[in-house]
Nanobody, 120 residues
């Protein structure tokens, strides 16, 4: 079992930065692929970024490439999402999720979410 807790959300002006953290419990966390997703009211949850178990592979949705960076510290059981040059359209509840690193695995573990609000 893995439990995930997000933190670091808040209110920021457009152009500003925030760093989200996803702290995990569970000895096997370092073997999991971790993703960040976001959701706004009335819309489906949207993929933002993911990172492989080793941190060696990362992938981003086009709208955040060059602005967001995902990273992890397995010694601390934590994954980060550094968000720079924030835009009002980045406003959402951000969730981290974890899945097995096997191809095709689903995201089985989800955090409770943290609100990010970007004012114009």
């Amino acid at each position: 079992q893995v439990q995930l807790v997000e933190s670091g959300g808040g209110l920021v002006q457009a152009g500003g930065s925030l760093r989200l953290s996803c702290a995990a419990s569970g000895r096997t966390f370092s073997t999991y692929t971790v993703g960040w997703f976001r959701q706004t009211p009335g819309k489906e949850r949207e993929f933002v970024a993911r990172i492989s178990w080793s941190g060696g592979n990362t992938y981003y949705t086009d709208s955040v490439k060059g602005r967001f960076t995902i990273s992890r510290d397995n010694a601390k059981n934590t994954v980060y999402l550094q968000m720079n040059s924030l835009k009002p359209e980045d406003t959402a509840v951000y969730y981290c999720a974890a899945r097995s690193s096997w191809p095709g695995a689903e995201y089985d573990y989800w955090g409770q979410g943290t609100q990010v609000t970007v004012s114009s």
